[in-house]
T-cell receptor, first 117, second 108 residues
Framework: GAVVSQHPSWVICKSGTSVKIECRSL??????MFWYRQFPKQSLMLMAT?????????EQGVEKDKFLINHASLTLSTLTVTSAHPEDSSFYIC?????????????FGPGTRLTVT | EDKVVQSPLSLVVHEGDTVTLNCSYE??????LLWYKQEKKAPTFLFMLTSSGIEKKSGRLSSILDKKELFSILNITATQTGDSAVYLC????????FGQGTELSVKP
């Protein structure tokens, strides 16, 4: 149980275009999902917390107009990178917790590698 | 400012060696500290620690938390090449913060 999927697993896009990444909890409902970015040889950096039915909470320094997050259902959150630039190239990972559990364990999706040319 | 610092950043050992990975933290509203293993893709959960002095074990891996000194260690005994990965320490306090990770390489 507790499987999180992401789609696509990798994407190449041209500078100036927008890219949407989906994060789905497959066998549980996730009221909260998290979006991370990871650059090569670096750790996970939390970008935003996605809450079902309400606005996402963005970390300091993350542009909410550039990284649009929508959490319209209990099993799906999307991250749209708008007007992508080469510096947005990174590994994007989502995670979710099982609501109601005491454990703070996060279940991670397999990640999406974005390359902007 | 909340922070999580791991050491060493990288480590190369031979199969059969024992390694100790360190994680120190300064966070507000501490709730728990988690260890993850990250190979090619997304991290996988290893341990969650909330209480001081209670060792968690899973096979050759074990971990313990010291809430007074604000650190945790992850031990791996009799290392195998399959243990090669980045090990991440994650603090769940007021913010979700990951350490920089320790890149472990186990040579045959």
């Amino acid at each position: 149980g507790a499987v999180v999927s992401q789609h696509p697993s990798w994407v190449i896009c041209k500078s100036g275009t927008s890219v949407k990444i989906e994060c789905r909890s497959l066998d549980f409902q996730a009221t909260t999902m998290f979006w991370y970015r990871q650059f090569p040889k670096q750790s996970l950096m939390l970008m935003a917390t996605s809450n079902e039915g309400s606005k996402a909470t963005y970390e300091q320094g993350v542009e909410k107009d550039k990284f649009l997050i929508n959490h319209a259902s209990l099993t799906l959150s999307t991250l749209t990178v708008t007007s992508a630039h080469p510096e947005d190239s990174s590994f994007y990972i989502c995670s979710a917790r099982i609501p109601g559990r005491v454990s703070y364990e996060q279940y991670f999706g397999p990640g999406t590698r974005l390359t902007v040319t | 400012e909340d922070k999580v610092v791991q050491s060493p950043l990288s480590l190369v050992v031979h199969e059969g060696d024992t390694v100790t990975l360190n994680c120190s933290y300064e966070v507000t509203n501490f709730r728990s500290l988690l260890w993850y293993k990250q190979e090619k893709k997304a991290p996988t959960f290893l341990f969650m620690l909330t209480s001081s002095g209670i060792e968690k074990k899973s096979g050759r891996l074990s971990s313990i938390l010291d809430k007074k000194e604000l650190f945790s260690i992850l031990n791996i005994t009799a290392t195998q090449t399959g243990d090669s990965a980045v090990y991440l320490c994650n603090n769940q306090g007021g913010k979700l913060i990951f350490g920089q990770g320790t890149e472990l390489s186990v040579k045959p």
